[in-house]
């Protein structure tokens, strides 16, 4: 199986380590799964390379002095490989503060040899374990509470019509959050192949519950943007209003939060 792993990195000590943990834990992986690794690295000033391939892991690295919006960053990398990405049998986002457990991409190949997949979801965790067994019936409120870059992998012929992210979202972009959020929602559109895995299958720091207010506005302004596609989209984005109305009485964000910006 060959995998297409597209991941952005600010260049600073933190996140270089953080990065190399994720390289790391796609070497130990098993060796019938190939990775491909598109790495954009923004703020970067050094003249050395910073990464190399090896075994079934192969790294294509690119380097600008410039900070990208993370929609932006994406869609530079997705540019890259657009007219090749079919080669690979599916892709990812990865963060590079993401990490994979060492039983997790041969447990994936060995699900998707017998289940048709076109969108997989799980969870993430500081902890994340390596029990595989709780899928679940998908459902368009478990993905987008679930759905994000380190969670979801998409088949490439999906990725392949998506195209792009949507540059109006996306942290720092006019509309802080909701990048990831919508560009499941759009494959989830696509396909009936989805699948959940109701398991902490993917290493990722833990949120901070009290800090995601600051996504609100990416959020509902995505979910806006697609509440009329059905009736669970159109219940999910009235009940992230009710939430977005408790923030703002909280004064944890402002009454323009409500309104999308365009780009």
């Known amino acids: 199986m060959k995998v297409l792993l597209l991941t952005t990195c600010l260049y600073n000590d933190v996140n270089y380590s953080d990065f190399l ?19 954009l690295f923004q703020n970067y000033f050094l003249d050395n390379k910073l990464v190399n391939s ?28 657009l007219n090749l990405i079919e080669d690979y049998d599916y892709v990812s986002f990865p963060d590079d503060d993401c990490w994979y457990p060492f039983e997790f991409w041969g447990w994936f190949e060995a699900f998707v040899k017998t289940n048709n997949v076109d969108l997989f979801y799980t969870k993430f965790s500081s902890q994340p374990t390596g029990i595989f067994s709780f899928n679940e019936k998908h459902t368009t409120y478990k993905l987008v509470k679930n759905a994000s870059s380190n969670t979801t992998i998409y088949k490439s012929n999906i990725v392949n019509q998506l195209k792009v992210f949507n540059e109006g979202f996306g942290v720092g972009s006019i509309n802080n959050g909701g990048e990831d959020t919508d560009f499941a929602i759009r494959a989830m559109l696509l396909t009936n192949n989805i699948e959940f895995n109701n398991s902490d299958l993917i290493g990722h720091r833990d949120p901070i519950a009290e800090f995601r207010y600051r996504y609100f506005k990416g959020s509902f302004g995505v979910l806006k943007n697609h509440c009329t596609e059905s009736v669970p989209l159109l219940l999910i984005t009235f009940r992230k209003f009710l939430v977005g109305l408790v923030f703002l009485l909280s004064n944890k964000i402002k009454v323009t939060d409500f309104f999308i910006r365009k780009v």
């Open 21 to 39: 943990r994720l390289t790391n834990s796609l070497s130990i992986q098993n060796k019938t799964v190939f990775f491909e690794h598109g790495v």
């Open 54 to 81: 090896s075994g079934n892991y192969s790294v294509n690295a690119f380097y600008v002095k410039d900070i990208m919006s993370l929609s932006k960053a994406r869609n530079f990398l997705i540019s890259q490989y």
